[in-house]
């Protein structure tokens, strides 16, 4: 089984900075891309950012200059370092894989269970 465990949520004053984490585990054969999604109380999840197995990285608009997403892949690890936060990008974000499974060698997406982030003051 695979596994994608998200940490560092929490609340943060507006202007403020967090780092949120994401751990793949289990029977992991290899990692292609992986990324984060957010989804605010009473709306549709959206993308947040990207990063490809070699390092590329693209994001939404909403977030660009202010989000970095970095990634190790020795540790299976995603970050997003999020800096000036706005009320607006309170939600929860999930971690998002593509990963090949080691036993079965068949590819699929993985989700996290998500980590809330609150932007308020």
């Known amino acids: 089984q695979v596994q994608l465990v998200e940490s560092g949520g929490g609340l943060v004053q507006p202007g403020g900075s967090l780092r949120l984490s994401c751990t793949a585990s289990?029977?992991?054969?290899?990692?292609?891309?992986m990324g984060w999604y957010r989804q605010a109380s009473g709306k549709q999840r959206e993308f947040v950012g990207a990063?490809?197995?070699?390092?590329?990285?693209n994001y939404a608009d909403s977030v660009k200059g202010r989000f970095t997403i970095s990634r190790d892949n020795a540790k299976n690890t995603i970050s997003l370092q999020m800096n000036s936060l706005k009320p607006e990008d309170t939600a929860v974000y999930y971690c998002?894989?593509?990963?090949?499974?080691?036993?079965?060698?068949?590819?699929?997406?993985?989700w996290g269970k998500g980590t809330l982030v609150t932007v308020s003051s």
């Open positions: 998002n894989a593509e990963i090949r499974d080691r036993v079965r060698l068949s590819t699929m997406d993985y």
């Open positions: 289990g029977s992991i054969f290899s990692i292609n891309g």
């Open positions: 990063i490809s197995s070699v390092g590329t990285t």
